[in-house]
């Protein structure tokens, strides 16, 4: 993916808007000197209105994890930001669609949503959430990531920081058991969720 990056070697489906592709583009853009900086993508009209919550869409992304693979010891909260996320914050845009093949599509087991509540008061409220809905809760000492388990289900929360303060961009991982939490839990979560949420992105209705 980096080595089509590089070169360029893209194409975008015919429903990406211009502008869209224009932000997408500059996103993109392997020289450091050149490519858009946070400030100038949150100062861009069309990405502003996209993250307006009136106007956002679902809508699904291909990604899959594992319980093996993912570390929720890892990163630090803000670290983990990179151009596909903030890309799939904005509504109607899934940007893995342009590198993905036919073998990766429907392996996604993840939730996103933004929010303006501040870091303390969403891992507060995720870790009430799961303890009212019998999960088993463990915290990631380095990250402040939260993984929980019920029986065959387990959870992992990351909360990132994109605008400090400003803007925090929240993914539920479903790690084991994702048939039985989107027939038995996901409905309890997102509507203990609400609250918090300014708008859902590239989720599974």
Known sequence: MCKKISRRDYQFPEWISKPARFVIH???????????????????????????????????LGLSYVKSSYNYEGSKKSSGVTAFDIISMSSGLDLTR?????????????????????????????????????????????????????????????????????????????????????EHHWGDWKDALQDLVLSWHNQES
């Open 98 to 182: 342009l590198f993905e093949t036919t073998s990766d599509l429907g392996s996604k087991r993840e939730k996103r949503f933004s929010s303006s509540a501040r870091v303390e008061v969403v891992e507060e409220k995720v870790k009430e959430v799961g303890g009212v809905l019998g999960f088993k809760i463990e915290v990631g000492k380095s990250n402040g990531a939260i993984a929980l388990v019920k029986g065959k289900v387990a959870l992992v929360f990351e909360v990132l920081e994109i605008v400090p303060h400003e803007l925090l961009f929240v993914a539920v991982k479903v790690v084991e058991g994702a048939l039985e939490f989107e």
């Open 26 to 60: 500059k996103l993109l853009d392997p020289n450091p000197e050149t490519r858009i900086s946070l400030e100038s993508l949150f100062g861009n009209a069309w990405f502003k209105k996209s993250l307006n919550p009136e106007t956002a869409e679902e809508n699904a």
